[in-house]
């Protein structure tokens, strides 16, 4: 527990790194007046603070869940769903497949956070668009000043060169935004993997022996027809043998006599 408010301390430090230098870019992206940049600037902002809400909900949620999960007895939303589907399962007749019920409830929990997920994949192309923004920039500008006789190619590469803090700054932002997200967003699978890991466990040794008593389960059943089958077999061969052997012993004492 400490370890994960460690990681959101920093993710949340490193979050508000990045809005400060968003802000930072954004003036110098207005005073050259590139809109494409600037919107890319205000863009990532708005991820970043998008991004840490949505993905801090859904660690909040899990964490209520670990603990209903923890407590005696189980409690919290994904054991009482679990619970409702293994006894639809029952009523319907159908097989217990619990493979196939654990990847539905992983894959269900993590479309909660889908947006802040989305966000921490396409962070770094927002940046790129700033970035490419402002080297189109640069490069209107350099073309004059090469035709220019008047100056040096030194001379007339140092001004584009000087305004290159207004080229990658919306890539700087991105890559902020970036590390931010994705290290809440590690905290967040650790957590989802615990709590599933732990909802598999009750499951298995909770629930459905609840549900599933040993004598309605299929492998139960079926363990216990064959053992009848084995009995009943057993007794036909006896009952056989016993029968042959008066048999024989019939005709035998016929030959003796």
Known sequence: MALSRLRWILGGAIAALSLMVALRALGAYLDHRLWL???????????????????????????????????????????????????????????????????????????????????????VLVGLVGTFAGLMDTLRGVVPLLRDDRLSTAQALALPLAGLDVTFGAS?????????????????????????????????????PAIWPPAARAEERMAAELAALRSEVRQTLAAAGQAAAERVAALARVEVD
Not at 185 to 199: M, Y
């Open 37 to 123: 940049g600037s919107a890319s600037v205000v863009l990532l902002a708005l991820i970043a603070v998008a991004g840490m809400v949505s993905l801090g909900k859904a660690r909040l949620r899990v964490e209520r869940e670990l603990v209903g999960l923890g407590a005696t007895p189980p409690a919290g939303d994904w054991i009482a769903r679990r619970r409702a589907r293994l006894e639809q399962v029952r009523a319907n007749g159908a097989a217990l497949d619990l493979d196939a019920i654990a990847t539905a409830t992983a894959a269900e929990e993590r479309g909660h956070a889908y947006l802040g997920r989305y966000l921490v994949a396409v962070t």
């Open 172 to 208: 700087v932002v991105g890559i902020l935004v970036t590390l931010a997200l994705a290290l809440v967003q590690g905290d967040l699978v650790l957590a989802e993997e615990q709590a599933l890991a732990r909802l598999e466990d009750l499951t298995a040794h909770a629930l459905v």
